[in-house]
Structure formats: C-alpha cells, structure tokens
C-alpha cells in the first residue's frame, strides 16, 4: 500500500531531535524555527518531558472518558495558573480542527442559533465545521459549504456589524491570522468585536491554536487588548508533540450530559504530555523568553533591505520579503539548514520556533538571511 500523497513534502526524513535542532537520515543538521507547525513549545526531546512520558506510559497509556482522570482536573489548574482566566472550563480533544469543532458546536447549543460569522482569510482546520469557517475553497468539498457561516473583514468592526444579526451564535476568530500571513487583529479591534458580542447575545470564540500557548509573549494574544473571550481553542504547543487539543469554556456555559463527547481526549497519556509541557514552560519562564527573543529578533531584521514588511508579536513572525518568499525559503533550508514556515498568498515566511529559543540561535538565524537575501 501507499501513502495518500495530499502534501508536498520536502525530501527529507527526520530521524532524531535535540532542543532547537534537527537531524535527518544522513545524519544533516537543522535549526527549527518552524517547529513542525508551531507545536515544539519547549524544545524537541525535552529531558523532564520525555522523562515523564515513559514514567506514565509504564503506568498507564490510556483509559477513556468512562472514569475519572485526575490528570484533567491537575492540568486545568496549570492552565488557569498559566493563562489567568480564573474559573473557566476545560475540555479536552485530541488536536485543533476538533477543538474549534466542538467550541462552534458548544456556541450552537448554548445560544440554541445556528450561523456564525467568520474572517476572510482565516484557517481553522479540516474538520466539517472548522473548515467551514476557514476562507479558503480549495479546502471546502460541496458537503461543507454552507450559507450558516457569514463572513467579515480584519479589523473592519462595520463589516461584522453588516452581518451580525440575532441568529448569530458566535464570532470566531484567531489571536494572530496565522496561515493568512501573520495578520494581527488591532486592540481596538477586539475590543469592539467583544463589545458587539455581547449586546447581540452572541459568543465570542478566539482560537489560539497557532499564536497561543506563551508564542506571542502573552499566554493568550487576545489577552494584549485586555478582552476575555467566551470560548478559547487551543492545541498545537499544549503538549509539544503529542497529539491534545483543548477549549477553555466560560462558566456561565453550563455543561450537559452528551452534549460533548470523545474517546481519546483527555487521556493518560496525552495530559501527561501536557502538564509536563506546562511544568516546563513555567520553570524556565518560556512565556516571558518569547517576549525578550520576540524583541531581539524583530530588532534585528527591523529595517532589512530585503523585507517589505515585517509583521508579528514574540515568537509569531511574519516576513513578507521583497524577493520570492518560496525561493528564500528553499535557500534557507537546502543551503542553510535552516527550516521555517511559508503562506504563500501573501509571499510571506513564518517563523514558530520553540519558545526555549536563544539568541544565538536567531543570531544565526539573521546572519543566513542575510546571505540568501543578498
Ligand atoms: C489557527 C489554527 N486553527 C486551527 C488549526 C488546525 O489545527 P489541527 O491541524 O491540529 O487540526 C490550525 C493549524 O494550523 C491553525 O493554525
């Protein structure tokens, strides 16, 4: 049997990681400044993490939601103490089109309304919903389109009032457009949009799969406009690899039997992976390091000849170059052994690097921009 070729890979295999770095088959050696999507939060085979991961796997794997997993309740606590948001709800899946699945679902049942309204160039995953609310066809089949997403502007507060009305469940929308380009919302922006929110009765879901988890130098990005939401997606950098996806619920959601449910969410192993993930991030502090690294590496390349604009906040990177994006990239990897993150539309290279990254690291970093920009 064969694979079922629907990426375009590069031809690469990695076989081991340590930290910051890769190393393929023939023994080649990468930094990671992509982090496989923006999920290596704390560095690739990070000691206590793998240390605890076989600890628990002698333990138990896996039991499912049929018993209670204390796990659950001890990562809620470590969420609640990372992100501030004080008496919210977890749930717990298994990665993030499922998380926003479920957060749009939850808004559907709660609100008992049926549309909600989406960004235009936003991606929120594959999933039946999730891809209903991402702006993009391509990735739509005919069973997923429908006329119950209703669809607004980046910061345009008029064009979400334009479609607003009282069938509206939820406005979704991410932290920091990631696959878009790294497009930020403005504070003002979310401020207005929490505000509309509230007086049409309507929730509001952020997803933070991509700029969450500490990328931005805040816990949440939404969190730099002083605004809460009513339901956060997360997922990737939770548990630094292991697949877990999660959505924190505002406690004035009041939960009822059956109306969430799955088999592998919130399993040993995976909360394991991720409250190792969290024990780490908060021993070394890695939420604030993205902040100082965020601002060494936006201090570097702010005025290079070679970008046209350089967007971002933290570990959350957007360079759109005056060159091709696609071909710096390809420099970057084959001839620096560099890897880093790509949107295409707006010819734009996205660094997600661990959040355990270094100067020396964006040191290099700059110096083989440099050279494959000159
Ligand atoms: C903002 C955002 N939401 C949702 C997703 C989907 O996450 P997953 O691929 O884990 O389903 C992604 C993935 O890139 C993302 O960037």
């Given at each position: ?14 076989e ?10 023939e ?5 990671d ?7 290596i ?7 206590d ?8 796997l ?7 939601n049929?018993?209670r997993i204390?796990?659950q ?5 470590k969420?609640?103490?990372l992100s501030?948001?004080?008496?919210y ?13 479920n957060?749009?679902?939850l808004?559907?049942f ?10 235009r ?11 209903a ?13 429908t ?5 607004a502007?980046?910061?345009d ?14 406005v979704?929308i991410?932290?920091?457009?990631g ?9 003002d922006?979310?401020?207005q ?14 997803d ?12 949440f ?12 997606s997360m ?5 630094n690899?292991f ?5 924190m ?9 059956g ?12 909360c ?28 570097k ?13 933290g ?18 990897l084959f ?20 959040l355990?990254?270094?100067?020396k690291?964006?040191d ?5 921009f ?5």
């Amino acid at each position: 049997m064969n694979t079922f070729e629907v990426f375009k890979l590069y031809p690469i295999a990695i076989e081991s990681a340590k930290g910051m770095e890769l190393t393929d088959t023939e023994g080649k050696k990468y930094l990671d400044l992509y982090g496989g999507h923006g999920v290596i939060s704390i560095g690739h085979c990070q000691e206590d993490y793998v240390k605890g991961l076989k600890a628990q796997l002698d333990k138990i794997g896996f039991y499912s939601n049929s018993v209670r997993i204390p796990f659950q309740e001890e990562l809620a606590v470590k969420l609640q103490k990372l992100s501030g948001y004080d008496d919210y709800k977890l749930f717990l899946v298994n990665s993030g089109a499922e998380a926003n699945e479920n957060a749009l679902k939850l808004a559907s049942f709660y609100t008992n309304r049926s549309k909600v309204i989406a960004f235009r160039k936003a991606f929120h995953g594959r999933t039946s919903l999730a891809v209903a609310v991402t702006d993009s066809p391509a990735i739509q089949a005919p069973i997923n389109k429908t006329d119950k997403v209703l669809w607004a502007d980046l910061n345009d507060i008029e064009s979400v009032k334009a479609v607003m009305d009282n069938d509206v469940a939820a406005v979704i929308i991410e932290g920091i457009q990631g696959v878009g380009g790294v497009k930020i919302p403005t504070d003002d922006f979310l401020r207005q949009l929490r505000e509309l929110c509230t007086a049409n009765g309507s929730l509001l879901i952020v997803d933070e799969i991509q700029c969450g988890y500490g990328r931005t130098g805040k816990f949440f990005y939404h969190q730099y406009s002083g605004i809460k939401a009513d339901i956060i997606s997360m997922a990737k950098g939770i548990a630094n690899g292991f697949p877990v996806g999660a959505i924190m619920i505002n406690p004035e959601i009041p939960a009822k039997f059956g109306m969430l449910g799955t088999t592998f969410g919130g399993n040993h192993l995976g909360c394991m992976a991720a409250i190792l993930t969290a024990d780490v991030m908060m021993k070394n502090n890695y939420v604030a390091n993205a902040a100082k690294m965020g601002d060494y590496l936006f201090g570097k390349l702010k005025g290079h000849k070679a970008i046209k604009d350089l967007r971002g906040k933290g570990l959350m990177v957007g360079i759109e170059t005056v060159a091709d994006a696609a071909e710096i990239r390809n420099k970057l990897l084959f001839d620096e052994h560099i890897f880093t993150g790509f949107s295409g539309g707006v010819n734009t290279i996205r660094l997600i690097p661990p959040l355990c990254i270094t100067e020396k690291e964006i040191d290099r970093f700059v110096e083989a921009f440099d050279k494959v920009t000159k």
